[in-house]
């Protein structure tokens, strides 16, 4: 299985850390964010990781590297400007083969083991979905019988996904290499013909959207490690 690490945001909400540091760079805990993946796609035995970037995309290039310092190979899908979650994926698809694929959003923090992700999946994707945070009360999807939809009879059965899936190419086949295009409403329209599978997960996993949240999970984690 091949791995995809979203990198390519501006992180206008982490501003002014964003200014001159890509989100995916910033440490918490001793490590940038992005690493922590780098990590956990090691420990599952997904070695081969393709990331995209634009916004100060060199600087992800040259900590990272091609990945062989931390057991892996890492090729980069490069963006001009940001092509949005789907866009930047389609983009991507000729570094990511024909088989399901792993993708993962870059400024999330999650204890997910990625060991435990189906290797194959019945329809077109497959979603870690998450207890709803501060921020977001409302959800994203709801989740019955292993199926995930978007519509639900109660908001408080509903989930937030965590930025966690697995991808058949098939999904983005319709987005041409190079154009913009968001990753829900594809989802949406699976969903609504029951093509879209889930699970949830009851473990830690923090949304880095402002500076504040990122200061929470390095205390948490230097807290952790002391």
């Known amino acids: ?7 390519a945001g ?7 850390l964003t200014d001159k540091c890509p989100k995916p760079l910033l440490e918490v805990g001793g490590h940038a964010l992005i690493e922590y993946h780098l990590y956990a796609l090691k420990k599952a ?3 081969n990781i393709v990331i995209n970037h634009a916004h100060l995309g060199g600087m992800i290039e040259r900590h990272l590297g091609d990945g062989s310092k931390y057991g892996l190979s890492i090729v980069y899908s490069r963006e001009g400007s940001p092509l949005e979650t789907a866009g930047g994926i389609a983009n991507a698809l000729p570094l990511l ?3 399901p694929f792993l993708v993962i959003n870059g400024d999330i923090w999650c204890d997910y083991p990625l060991r435990s992700i189906p290797q194959q999946i019945e329809g077109l994707a497959h979603l870690i979905l998450v207890d709803n945070p501060k921020h977001n009360l409302k959800g994203d999807f ?3 019988d ?3 939809s978007s519509e639900s009879e ?3 059965e509903r989930l937030t996904f965590a930025g966690i899936g697995l991808y058949q190419p098939k999904l983005f086949e319709g987005i041409s290499r190079g154009a913009r295009a968001a990753l829900a409403p594809l989802l949406i329209s699976a969903m609504e013909e029951k093509r879209v599978t889930g699970e949830h997960y009851h473990g830690q996993w923090y949304d880095i959207g402002t500076p504040q949240r990122l200061s929470e999970l390095d205390r948490k984690l230097n807290d952790q490690i002391s």
Do not use: K
């Not at 501006?10 to 002014?16: A, L």
């Open 146 to 148: 292993g199926y995930v």
């Open 10 to 16: 501006f992180g206008e909400r982490m501003r002014p």
């Open 1 to 7: 299985m091949r791995a995809m690490i979203l990198a």
């Open 142 to 144: 709801s989740l019955t």
């Open 97 to 99: 083969g024909d088989a």
């Open 154 to 156: 109660h908001e408080d």
């Open 45 to 47: 035995g997904i070695a």
